[in-house]
């Protein structure tokens, strides 16, 4: 689990570092525009990452206007381009990986092939 991820703010003290209200943060949860970690005896504990979600979705409301329907679809796109990426990452990894795969056995099959080959006379010119 990333740093960022790990929950550690309870509802009180998240509302209050992104500048907002406790029942504004329990509307999101709500709209699942955020969705906070509860602990054993159901407290939201928010993460750094959902602090930066909230902070997003009160930029997206105030400075661009948008609704929460529309706050919402901003948020579906930004996660399955962050999904898209994380996806593409392993795909060059494993990419990468075939590819040193297929040249180590390129230098296995290039040492067999040398130390099998003998050598043919070199003709003489008459």
């Given amino acids: 689990m990333d740093g960022r991820d790990r929950p550690r703010y309870m509802i009180s003290v998240a509302a209050e570092l992104v500048g907002m209200h406790p029942q504004t943060l329990r509307i999101y949860e709500q709209k699942r525009l955020v969705r906070p970690q509860r602990t054993p005896g159901n407290t939201r504990l928010y993460s750094e990452r959902d602090l930066e979600r909230l902070r997003l979705v009160q930029g997206l409301t105030t400075e661009l206007g948008l609704n929460l ?3 919402e679809a901003v948020l579906a796109l930004r996660d399955e381009v ?5 996806r593409l990452t392993a795909m060059e990894r494993r990419l990468r990986e075939e590819v040193a795969a297929v040249h180590r056995q390129y230098r296995r099959d ?7 080959t003998t050598r043919l006379p070199v003709p003489t010119r008459r």
């Fill in 69 to 71: 329907a529309g706050v």
């Fill in 82 to 86: 962050e999904r898209l990426r994380r």
């Fill in 110 to 116: 290039l040492v067999l092939y040398t130390d099998q």
